[in-house]
């Protein structure tokens, strides 16, 4: 059944972008179109898997936060409550991979920024927000754990910040004007001169949003400075500011309520409420790199500190909840090649999370019966220290392929938990046009800061034990394998495929029931998502091209969120006259949402939907070079549909704007 769904949605993506091609056949040559969805799906001398979207993608696709600029690309699901903005890092606004990253507090999934991480480090999940989109060259996506580039998680996201290869300087703005009062300003300015590169960009986003309280207010300001020592050495700093603000509609199936309860303490708190939630989030961070390149060894060393916050008002669950985070560390890295066709990885990575918060629980006596005791609490270090080491080769097997086997292992080392070790291992044949590649990992995820943080934001639920054993958690295991292959086809096609497997266990967990709730390891039941994904790239022209993307997800745990049997993916670039299309059209089945809590939790289903969306562009002489406006409308057949049970999605709705450079 499904290879005909496969067969039938090709058959369909192909009928229709020749009827396209077709009706333009007889246009001059102009500027050659970018690829649609996604830039590439690329193999690193490990085997490991990765695609990339670059900035021509995230124009194309009109996304003016991360979510929306990877709702496209193949085994990806998102999750949002409002059309713009991310409330909190909960069911309100992120992403999954292949199933992993629905799991609070924590999460499989992790967020980097030129490869620090940056992430909401006390609950030890993304938020989306804090990651802006216009200072940024590209999306990397790891959709497996790859312990030879990161660790700590199951499936990760590097964002790659913009910079001047050249000398002179150029630079960039985007305006734009929409439904719901949408406003936007985007600005960048790339600069070189001789060994010194400096960038600067900032960002403004202002929408009141398609409901009462699902309004959004975006602020970003990134600023970065290279310098180039010598022949070998270079050296970088820098600065990003983020400051949110995010309203929480609530669940359009029941009434705006804001519920106070006196009845425990005596104390006014807000505990329940629906629709008139509040979330603002921010973050300062710094960093450096100090780098090399010498013929045949090349390495770098970053140091990073990030210092933020998610506050919650007037939330459906914690009232007016206030946490602050601060994460400190560095990564070491250094790739060199000991002998013909070889190379070895090696790297230290450390990661240093503290914080506190406040709310209105926080004040209760731990093990202490329920009460409302509004209060304060400082959350101690969780510091991991992880080495890592890999090695690859390749043979010559005849004289038209080769051989590339690796292998590896990465250790950890907490100041809370027991050391352990996750190796991992690779195989490609690599021909001209066709490899086939297989690779095998095991993945640790350890406890965070999100442990300790529970027993201090909810004391009177670990009656049974004071400490609610956070400290004497494991790591959850991921056990992954996959096989697959990259295909050209031709020069004007490329295949990619693959099959994968995830054996999820030691799952840490707290039993959740009233008074006795503590953590552990062993609660949870073991569980498997199996999957596969094709995606094919075709250019049909110069001015034309498609993108269809395929994703089967299948899991033991039948009511694993965010996790639809099948997802297709289509996009179709092209020329029309002076005009520049884009069209990206989703399909898929129903599935489970509301956020898999690490206790018991009540899914919600949600119906299968197809959504299409446009941009239509044109270039302008007289505003700058490149200059064009443009006009993108969404759910462009105004369907009605829902990532999360009560949080309809807005109908169709446009934006108009203009971009230019300099």
């Known amino acids: 059944m499904r290879r005909a769904q496969i067969a039938m949605a090709v058959a369909i993506a192909c009928s229709y972008s020749q009827s396209s091609l077709a009706q ?116 990397d996506i790891y959709k497996s754990a790859q312990p030879q580039v990161s660790g700590n998680n199951f499936g990760a996201v590097n964002l790659t910040s913009q910079r001047a290869s050249v000398d002179g300087v150029t630079g960039g703005a985007n305006m734009s004007i929409g439904s719901f009062s949408t406003k936007t300003l985007q600005a960048h300015v790339l600069g070189k001169k001789e060994d010194i590169d400096y960038g600067f960009a900032a960002g403004y986003i202002d929408s009141n949003g398609d409901r009462s309280n699902s309004d959004s207010n975006l602020q970003n300001a990134l600023a970065r400075v290279g310098i180039k020592i010598n022949s070998a050495w270079s050296a970088s700093a820098m600065l990003l500011s983020v400051n949110n603000k995010v309203g929480d509609p609530g669940d359009s199936r029941y009434a705006t309520t804001n519920w106070t309860s006196t009845a425990i303490s005596g104390t006014n708190n807000t505990i329940y409420s629906n629709g008139v939630a509040r979330n603002n989030s921010s973050v300062n961070m710094v960093s450096a790199s100090l780098s090399h390149q010498h013929e045949g060894w090349t ?138 590649y297989a690779n095998y990992a095991k993945a640790l995820l350890y406890p965070g800061a999100e442990t300790y943080a529970l027993t201090r934001a909810i004391p009177f639920m670990f009656l049974a034990d004071g400490s609610n054993g956070w400290n004497t958690l494991s790591p959850t295991e991921d056990q992954h394998s996959e096989i697959g292959m990259k295909w050209e086809v031709n020069p004007n096609t490329r295949v990619d495929m693959s099959v994968f497997q995830d054996e999820i266990s030691k799952r840490y967990t707290w039993s959740n029931s009233f008074q006795t709730s503590s953590w552990s390891s062993s609660v949870y039941p073991d569980y498997q998502i199996s999957g596969a994904e094709i995606s094919i790239q075709h250019s049909f022209s110069p001015t034309w091209k498609m993108f269809v993307g395929l994703t089967f997800l299948d899991s033991s745990l039948s009511s694993l969120p965010y996790a639809p049997s099948v997802v297709m993916s289509l996009g179709l670039n092209g020329q029309l006259g002076a005009y520049k299309l884009a069209l990206d059209t989703q399909t898929q089945s129903s599935m489970y949402s509301m956020t898999q809590e690490r206790g018991t939790y009540t899914p919600e289903y949600v119906s299968g939907f197809t959504i299409a969306n446009m941009r239509i562009a044109r270039p302008i002489q007289g505003a700058g070079k490149n200059a064009e406006v443009y006009a993108s409308l969404n759910n462009l057949f105004d369907k009605t549909y829902v990532y999360n049970a009560g949080y309809t999605m807005p109908g169709r709705n446009f934006r108009v704007g203009l971009i230019t450079h300099f």
Do not use: C
Not at 112 to 127: F, K, Q
Not at 408 to 428: E, I, K, W
């Open 24 to 139: 333009t056949a007889s246009l001059p040559d102009v500027v050659v179109t970018a690829s649609p969805v996604i830039e590439s799906n690329t193999l690193d001398g490990f085997s490991g898997y990765l695609t990339s979207v670059s900035r021509t993608q995230l124009q194309d696709l009109g996304a003016l936060d991360l979510a929306s600029s990877l709702r496209m690309t193949p085994g990806i699901q998102i999750s949002r409550y409002n059309e713009v903005g991310s409330y909190s890092g909960n069911q309100g606004g992120t992403i999954y991979i292949r199933g992993m990253g629905a799991s609070r507090p924590g999460s499989e999934i992790k967020t980097y920024l030129d490869g620090v991480p940056l992430y909401m480090g006390i609950w030890n999940h993304p938020l989306m927000d804090l990651l802006p989109l216009n200072a940024v060259q590209s999306l």
């Open 299 to 436: 390495g770098d060393f970053k140091v990073f500190n990030s210092e933020g916050n998610n506050d919650l008002v007037e939330d459906a669950s914690y009232g007016t909840f206030n946490t602050a985070f601060k994460m400190t560390g560095f990564r070491w890295r250094e790739e060199f090649t000991p002998w013909t066709n070889a190379q070895i990885i090696a790297g230290l990575d450390q990661d240093d999370i503290s914080g506190n918060m406040s709310g209105p629980y926080v004040g209760g006596a731990l093990g202490g019966f329920p009460s409302v005791v509004q209060g304060s609490a400082t959350i101690p270090s969780f510091k991991i220290m992880s080495t890592y080491i890999g090695v690859n080769q390749k043979f010559n097997i005849s004289e038209n392929w080769v051989l590339q086997p690796s292998a590896g292992v990465r250790t950890y080392d907490s100041n809370h938990y027991d050391a352990q070790s996750s190796p991992h291992a690779g195989l490609s044949l690599i021909g001209q046009d066709l490899t086939v």
